[in-house]
């Protein structure tokens, strides 16, 4: 039975490992995690004092990313940016993933007009355009959230579950109808235990693919909220987007805008490599 | 049987769970008003189809009626919608009425739970004005129609909605409506998303069917490679870079700010760009596969030359995907537009939401809101039109 059930998976894990793009985006990932959690405290960086005579200094030898307007080591801001950006990232898709998949297993499985009445109201909430209900979601948050950006992401995950819900509920739909559901039936087994035992690990390829590719959207949504000014925390949106402000044609302090923005896209683009790569691994049907 | 009831106790459970988070979110009482709207909105599907026809139209004739009276008097305004909402019950097919009788609860349920969320964030309209008295504060709220609770703001929001046809008076902006304040920004923003969205199908379009005809290819990496770019760099990111290059060091388009039409052509580049890349990816994989069709063999084999097997062939198959996307890309851009019209300094709808929900003047916030999401529904049902006309296969979920 176990290795029944390993072989699609162990199939997956070689199809990925010749997948180079993606191995390439997942050592890209594990270098920018660690060097985020560890580089601070290794290198000794202090992201907070400021240097009034170091203000704007380009990138030099004791400071590899240069300083900002009021002299601080930017390198330390850019790494504790990333923390910021990469916790908000997994955390909100682990939040969208946990609802999603509660939410359209419930819908798949059971089906009928309990399926058409939850799929009517993910209809609704997709209608809404979401960057509102995150800037009304941002605003009851804005004043209590500062320093502990937690909930307000947690908040931003339960605004990205309902394509994984339609995915997850797509999923159901088919495999309830399928012989082993109907086995297992036969043995007396509950719905929990048809659900979580017998479908749901045979829908996880999906539910894997669509999570990894929630990750950078939900990065990209936290950085438009830090451009707008909403962000509650230092993150690499909000970094990207002070190096914005200071663009003119007069004088370039072009560290403040490169650094954030080539750390931000190399992440993202790591992400979306894996996401591809999974999908083609796990999902051998809609390969191109 | 085990499993009806098994069923049930899950939908109750569901329904619990999905009831108490929105009480942990908005409070008790406005969760029930909630939930009973979902409920209401969810159990359209379930209405026979006489039933529909009915509701359907009653709903129509009180949203004709509500924007009749922006312009009509309350009689001319009546039956102007019982006569169209009247043809449209006896006309329109079932599956049409029903949309109706989905998405115009579905817009009222969004100003309710829009108003829910601006009332459960800290402070008010009136918070930063210096209020001399708790009496001069009443008079302010009675003058603008802001209640203290939210429910009751909606109330007098719809009401007014429903028998003036007019948004209310802007509350931060005195003297002035939400209707006149937002006109001017209205044609601008639009301009700037189909701008957009003309840039972002046309680039997406050639770039993937050029792919899709010759995967493998040399075109085929660098425009997928240029896809994966559009789609992992942040709008702003993509935003700064241009307007640093065509502006700054080329000098041929303004940098940002308003002064004419010429202002749209980086943001609408910048806005377009990522839904480039997606129109690209779906193209080519809709190309991909349209082109291993028999009918494509029977046409080359026919003697046709590869030009027009592509054009009169190949391209309604490689559109269909494209097509099922433009409903949420159109969303995406509209919305998108935020970030956009902030980082160039274009005095569109997005900039109206962004200040009006900052400022809490709640009547701007709900007037752009409903504009947004009543666009997006109506672009969403032609989206549908345009789907059933392309591939008749598709049969229109209802």
Redesign the interface.
Known sequence: MTRAAAGPWSDAWRRLRRNRLALAGVVVLIAIALACIAGPPLLGLDAETTHPQLRHEPPSLAHWFGTDALGRDFLARVLLGGRTSLLVGFAATLASVIVGVA?GA?AGY?G???D???M??V??LY???????V???M??F???ARGDPLPVFLALGLVQWLTMARIVRGEFLVLRNREFVLAARLIGA??ARIIFRHILPNALGPIVVYATLTV?AVI?LE??LS???LGVALSW?QL??E??SV?N?IRSYWWL?VWP?VL??ST??AL??VGDGLRDALDPRAQ? | MS?RW??GA??VG?GLALLAGLAWLVGPSSALLLAAG??A??????LPGRAVRVVGAALLAGTLFACGRGGLDAGPAAALALGVAALAARLLPVAALRRLA??IP?LV??VF??TL??Y???GNPFAQERVASPQVEEALRAQYGVPRSGTAFFAVYMKRLLLDGSLGPAIKVQGRGVVDLLAPAVPISMALGLLALIIAVALGLLLGIRAGLR?QSAADYGSMGLA??G???????I??AL??VFA?QLGWLPVAGWGGYAHLWLPAVTLALPYAAYIARLA??GT?EVMQQDFIRTARAKGLPERSVVLKHALKGALLPVVSFLGPAA?GI???S??VE??FGIPGMGQW??KG??NRDYSVVLGT?LF??TL??VF?LLVDLAYGWLDPRAVSEP
């Open positions: 939410y419930v059971y009928g007009r309990l058409e009445l939850l009517r109201v209809d609704f209608g809404i355009p979401y960057m509102f209900l800037i009304l979601i605003l009851m804005a004043e209590t509950g719905d950078p990209i950085s438009f451009f707008l000014g949106g990207v987007s190096g914005v663009v044609p805008l923005s931000l896209a993202l683009l979306n490599f191109r | 499993g098994a069923r899950w939908a569901a979902l409920a909105i969810g159990g359209v599907s379930w989905f998405a579905s349920l969004l739970v829009t969320l601006m459960e964030a800290p995967p994966m770019l789609i992992s760099l942040p709008n702003f990111v935003g700064a307007m640093i700054l080519r994989s991909i969303a509209l919305t998108g935020f970030v902030t980082l939401f962004v929900a900052l809101a947004y999401a997006i529904t969403n």
